[in-house]
T-cell receptor, first 116, second 113 residues
């Protein structure tokens, strides 16, 4: 079972509306959680990185929240634009006792389509 | 500042062949990570290099290997290609290791026939 679950799998919203994407994880011990935006045919772009002590982090119209107790994160998009149409990927890093120091766990992503 | 560049952008190979992909990180970045992305499996971590040393490795067979040069440029090699290796291979660079923001390149689209 994947340790990072994203929902919904896909979402269609009207331009100008707000939306919230969810990321639930079972990864432990937690190190950090990242949200990426990936446009079709391009590499992902980092939106936010949050550590255990951070509850909220914003990047323009994107606001990520983290509840480390319930192991949930959300990405809220305000006043959506057509350019927000993309895949949004949640990545959770776990601390590791190995020499590597960490292990990465990926969600499958939420595909967002913003329509006029 | 120039972004992460990857070459080639597109590649077509046949089963059994080998392939080498190249990644040039942002100037000053010392960490380079490689990822495989497919529609079915999503994004998967291959390995991370920092200061010319492999620091972390994902769950991929030994056919996948890489290296990093003294100028931080990195190459990834896949030997004995299989159909399932068809994917978008992404490279990302960062100043330090996993706590830093990663900047991704556009990827290399590999098709194995």
């Amino acid at each position: 079972k994947n340790q990072v679950e994203q929902s919904p799998q896909s979402l269609i919203i009207l331009e100008g509306k707000n939306c919230t994407l969810q990321c639930n994880y079972t990864v432990s011990p937690f190190s950090n959680l990242r949200w990426y935006k990936q446009d079709t045919g391009r590499g992902p772009v980092s939106l936010t990185i949050m550590t255990f002590s951070e509850n909220t982090k914003s990047n323009g119209r994107y606001t990520a929240t983290l509840d480390a107790d319930t192991k949930q994160s959300s990405l809220h998009i305000t006043a959506s634009q057509l350019s927000d149409s993309a895949s949004y990927i949640c990545v959770v890093s776990a601390l590791s006792n190995s020499n590597s120091g960490y292990a990465l766990n990926f969600g499958k992503g939420t595909s967002l389509l913003v329509t006029p | 500042k120039a972004g992460v560049t990857q070459t080639p952008r597109y590649l077509i190979k046949t089963r059994g062949q080998q392939v080498t992909l190249s990644c040039s990180p942002i100037s000053g970045h010392r960490s380079v990570s490689w990822y495989q992305q497919t529609p079915g499996q999503g994004l998967q971590f291959l390995f991370e290099y920092f200061s010319e040393t492999q620091r972390n490795k994902g769950n991929f067979p030994g056919r996948f290997s890489g290296r990093q040069f003294s100028n931080s440029r990195s190459e990834m090699n896949v030997s004995t290609l299989e159909l399932g290796d068809s994917a978008l291979y992404l490279c990302a660079s960062s100043l330090g290791r996993f706590t830093d923001t990663q900047y991704f390149g556009p990827g290399t689209r590999l098709t194995v026939l």
